[in-house]
């Protein structure tokens, strides 16, 4: 059971707290893993009263059971679990930037609390500067204090360096939690069990084998209601130094020293410090024009709500990049995501190098890949050369494929659930730290400052993306995996 904590959710009625917080809180107190001294008070500007809140995130967690197409779907509710939640929550109205608001806070807090910032990313410096000024970051007498940032965090280096030093002076770094949602889910942490609990992996994880990785997270929806959040963001901002790195970086680091928070951090921080800046005559960005999906008609990105007419933000965006140290030498990481491609799909294709003499030398043979599948598949597949049945030696190509639902029958989880319950009991390790945010940033720093003004290639909706993207593994002899 986690430490008895008071929960502060700055953002109570915004859509996170709803369709991720409420969901992994309940699957927690399902776990009976949060404490009967745990107190949850949402802060939002907008009047309500907490009976009021009680009861539109029972309606929501209600809706659950009959949306599917949300990550969290149960058939029921248990309103034992539930009602544990419900019966902590409280709601108070106050505005992020007034001192007002965190005066009261302040005289209603005392002992573990933790402030998770599930606002609009303009109010992370406001919020941590009133939090520090009332002192509410003060711990004392063996009680913590935390902040939870959520993403994104700045918009390129300079202003993550500027974000970190602001939060920094307030609080110290290890009370601060920077989420990447992606951290959150199991296939992500699956990564390090793969690599360095088996023995078969290690030892060909290298330049010497692995001929180039490609790292893919391709969507099949548009922007939906965010036009306003991704107009001044785009694909680039939205998922590489964040997302993409995390997958980057699971896949590419070296092996921590032990399962030390700091040491799995020092080893992350460093292999983002060794990824050579991305270079604009490497990198393609795209943006969706009409298509089709599944069959419908869909608008561009240039229609979609809140979005400029005129609009040359990226909904699309690959880059190669390359890795300064002596695992990686000369081996291209490929790296993509976009929205409304032809298929969801997030993964880690390794493709290692043919066989270097022997045999079949001479023979066109099927390169072996091994998939990491992160969404919506879960699990790993590799792909070999066998013999096909018959009187000659003919080769064939054949896959293996783990799933790891088929052996582990634990549910599903929100992805939430590890980070909240990490944070509640001080384990930072799934949670960035300031030194590799800004070297994930430095790394695509040269690319938000080149295409600020450059245009942006357009792709149909539903299809696999710009035709340039092709182009740019095509002239390292090389082509991307299909999506779907
Ligand atoms: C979010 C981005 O951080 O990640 C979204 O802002 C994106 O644009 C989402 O759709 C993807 O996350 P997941 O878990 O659905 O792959």
Partial sequence: TAPACTLVIFGAAGDLTKRLLMPALYNLASDGLLADGLKIVGVDHNDRTSEQWRDDLSQTMQSFTEDHTSEF?????????????????????????????YRRLARDIGGNAIFYLAVSARFFGPVVDQLGAAGLLKEGEGAFRRVVIEKPFGTDLASARALNARILNQADESQVFRIDHFLGKETVQSILALRFANAMLEPIWNARHIDHVQITAAETIGVEQRGGFYEPTGALRDMVPNHLFQLLSMVAMEPPGSFDAEDIRNEKARILEAVRPATPDRAVRGQYAPGEEQGNAVRGYREEADVSADSRTETYAALTLTIDNPRWAGVPFYLRTGKRLTGRLTEIAVHFKPPSHGL?????????????????????????????????????????????????????????????????????????????????????????????????????????????????????????????
Wanted: aromatic share 10%.
């Fill in 73 to 101: 779907h149960p058939d029921s509710i248990d309103p034992g679990h539930w009602g544990f939640i419900r019966e902590r929550l409280t709601f108070t109205k106050g505005d992020f930037e007034a001192a007002e608001t």
């Fill in 360 to 484: 079949f030398a001479g023979t066109a043979l099927a390169p072996n890949v091994m998939h990491l599948h992160i969404d919506p598949d879960q699990g790993l597949s590799t792909q070999w050369n066998a013999k096909r049945p018959g009187p000659d030696m003919r080769l064939g190509a054949v896959t293996s494929s783990v799933r790891f639902g088929d052996f582990f029958a634990e549910a599903p989880s929100v992805g939430y659930e590890t980070l909240i319950y990490d944070c509640m009991v001080g384990d930072p390790t799934l949670f960035q730290r300031a030194d590799a945010i800004e070297a994930g940033w430095a790394a695509v720093d040269p690319l938000i400052q080149a295409w600020r003004d450059a245009p942006v290639e357009t792709y149909a909706a539903g299809s696999d993306g710009p035709a340039g993207a092709e182009a740019l593994l095509a002239r390292d002899g090389r082509a991307w995996l299909p999506l779907a």
